[in-house]
């Protein structure tokens, strides 16, 4: 019986250190990634419109998403308003990304 104990102790241990490995790769990713600039077209621009629940009660929200076509790959990106609102479609820009996540469009 102990000897079962001891072995779930270390299997136990190994998830927590795997999730810890997990979590540093993605923090990693997120922030210091490798970061691709390329041309870019402005396909299509949309918002989404959700009403969130909470204590305080429900509000509306929004989300801007602009539409790339990177080289032949089509991204989406969600973005703040102002941006949203300081592009145009059929526009060719240079973007730059990291990861999925939009940094910055020249």
Do not use: P
Not at 22 to 41: D, E, L, M, N, P
Not at 60 to 72: H, K, N, P, R
């Amino acid at each position: 019986m102990y000897f079962d104990g001891q072995i779930l102790k270390y299997v136990f241990l190994v998830l927590c250190a795997l999730s810890a490995i997990g979590i540093c790769v993605a923090v990693y990713r997120y922030f210091w990634g490798k970061t691709v600039s390329c041309r870019a077209t402005l396909l299509d621009k949309y918002e989404t419109h959700y009403q969130s629940v909470g204590r305080t009660g429900g509000h509306m929200s929004a989300q801007y998403v602009l539409v790339f076509d990177l080289e032949g790959k089509i991204k989406k990106f969600t973005v703040s308003v102002w941006l949203y609102d300081s592009v145009q479609k059929g526009e060719t820009c240079r973007i730059t990304c990291r990861n999925g996540r939009l940094i910055s469009i020249d």
